[in-house]
T-cell receptor, first 113, second 114 residues
Framework: AQTVTQSQPEMSVQEAETVTLSCTYDTSESDYYLFWYKQPPSRQMILVIRQEAYKQQNATENRFSVNFQKAAKSFSLKISDSQLGDAAMYFCALKTSYDKVIFGPGTSLSVIP | DAGVTQSPTHLIKTRGQQVTLRCSPKSGHDTVSWYQQALGQGPQFIFQYYEEEERQRGNFPDRFSGHQFPNYSSELNVNALLLGDSALYLC?????????????FGQGTRLTVV
């Protein structure tokens, strides 16, 4: 079975500071993909960043970057220079091949002005 | 490109009734997945449709059924509604032949069962 765990139900960060959201996962597959999705109050699930398991280099998208530790099955998200618009629920997600996406329980991020 | 569209946005039903939710995938996408997201939780996979057939199914009862049409749009049907079916229902579309692409989500249908 595939699982995704997010151990931080809530996090807060001061505007312009850096915050790291944690995620661990479990899968027996060797080929899989990891995602971080953002869900603001508008409910729209928005892709923040993705990582292919076969790539050793950590993915980066502007202020967002990941720390992918394949052996430890860890996939954390770092948000730099946090902005008020970053406040949302963040979901870590795992997808193997053509399989369904498995989501973690989410982390609620607050940004303090 | 309109992205993934879902209708209706909100719905209130009475316990025991039946409901149908609709989803139009992003242009070019041929696979549609449905998720149930209870308040404060992550989305839970219900099922996935490809080529008008259910390809995968999560741990949901047979009261949950679906359909995919030739134009790739999809419906989710829930029979004999229970109070516990109250949730946000998300539809996601993707390409079948690109395993590494992310799913694109609609804004969801908020179902309230009273």
């Amino acid at each position: 079975a595939q699982t995704v765990t997010q151990s931080q139900p809530e996090m807060s960060v001061q505007e312009a500071e850096t915050v790291t959201l944690s995620c661990t996962y479990d899968t027996s597959e060797s080929d899989y993909y990891l995602f971080w999705y953002k869900q603001p109050p508008s409910r729209q699930m928005i892709l923040v960043i993705r990582q292919e398991a076969y790539k050793q280099q950590n993915a980066t998208e502007n202020r967002f970057s990941v720390n992918f530790q394949k052996a430890a099955k860890s996939f954390s998200l770092k948000i730099s220079d946090s902005q008020l618009g970053d406040a949302a629920m963040y979901f870590c997600a795992l997808k193997t091949s053509y399989d369904k996406v498995i989501f973690g329980p989410g982390t609620s991020l607050s940004v303090i002005p | 490109d309109a992205g993934v569209t879902q209708s209706p946005t909100h719905l209130i039903k009475t316990r025991g009734q039946q409901v149908t939710l609709r989803c139009s995938p992003k242009s070019g996408h041929d696979t549609v997945s449905w998720y149930q997201q209870a308040l404060g939780q992550g989305p839970q996979f219900i099922f996935q449709y490809y080529e008008e057939e259910e390809r995968q199914r999560g741990n949901f009862p047979d009261r949950f059924s679906g359909h995919q049409f030739p134009n790739y749009s999809s419906e989710l049907n829930v029979n004999a509604l229970l109070l516990g079916d109250s949730a946000l229902y998300l539809c996601a579309s993707s390409y079948s032949d690109r395993a590494n692409t992310e799913a694109f989500f609609g804004q969801g249908t908020r179902l309230t069962v009273v």
